[in-house]
C-alpha cells in the first residue's frame, strides 16, 4: 500500500516539474509569457515580382487568424505586445527534375517572406529572419492551374513557421 502512494506521488510530483520546467507552457503549444496581452501584425508588403494579385492581403489574414486562434493574445491594430511586420520577398518558379529529354518533370513554387518580430517584453526573443517553403507541381500543370492549390498551402506553411518561431519556440 505505501509503495502505490509513494509512486502517486512520484509521478504527481514528475508532471509538475515537467510542465514547470519547459519555460512557461500552455496546451496550446505556445510559451508566450503570461505578460503579453496584445499582438500587432502591420500588413506585409509585396515586395516580389509575380503571384496573385491578393496574396500579400490573403498572407496578413492567415497571420492574425491563427494568432486569435492559437493564442489568447488580443489583435490591436499597432504597438502590440508582439509585433510582426515583413514583406513577400520571392515568389520563384523553378524547374525541379530533367526527363530524358532535358524537359522539366516537375516544376516548383517557392515563397519567401521576410519578418521582423519583436517582444517587447523580452527583447531577447525579437528577430529578422527569412522564412520560405515550395511545393512542387508536375509539368503538365501550368502555373496558373497550380496557384489556387498550392500557393494557400504554402502560406499556411509559411504562417506555421513564423507562429512556432515567435509563440511556441519550436
Not at 52 to 77: G, H, I, V
Not at 91 to 104: C, H, I, K, M, N
Request: charged share 20%; hydrophobic share 40%.
Amino acid at each position: 500500500m505505501k509503495i502505490n502512494g509513494f509512486a502517486k506521488m512520484l509521478s504527481a510530483l514528475f508532471t509538475v516539474v515537467f510542465i514547470t520546467g519547459c519555460k512557461i507552457y500552455s496546451f496550446t503549444g505556445t510559451t508566450l509569457s503570461p505578460d503579453l496581452k496584445t499582438f500587432s501584425i502591420q500588413n506585409f508588403q509585396m515586395a516580389a515580382a509575380g503571384g496573385p494579385q491578393n496574396m500579400s492581403l490573403t498572407f496578413n489574414e492567415k497571420l492574425k487568424e491563427y494568432y486569435q486562434r492559437n493564442t489568447n493574445l488580443k489583435f490591436k491594430n499597432t504597438d502590440g505586445d508582439i509585433h510582426l511586420e515583413g514583406s513577400i520577398i520571392s515568389y520563384e518558379l523553378t524547374p525541379v527534375s530533367a526527363t530524358a529529354g532535358d524537359r522539366a518533370a516537375m516544376n516548383r513554387l517557392t515563397i519567401t517572406v521576410e519578418v521582423k518580430f519583436v517582444n517587447k517584453t523580452s527583447e531577447q526573443e525579437s528577430f529578422e529572419k527569412e522564412f520560405s517553403f515550395y511545393q512542387d507541381f508536375p509539368q503538365e500543370q501550368s502555373l496558373t492551374q497550380a496557384e489556387p492549390v498550392l500557393v494557400p498551402k504554402i502560406l499556411d506553411q509559411l504562417v506555421l513557421n513564423i507562429f512556432n518561431s515567435t509563440a511556441a519556440s519550436w
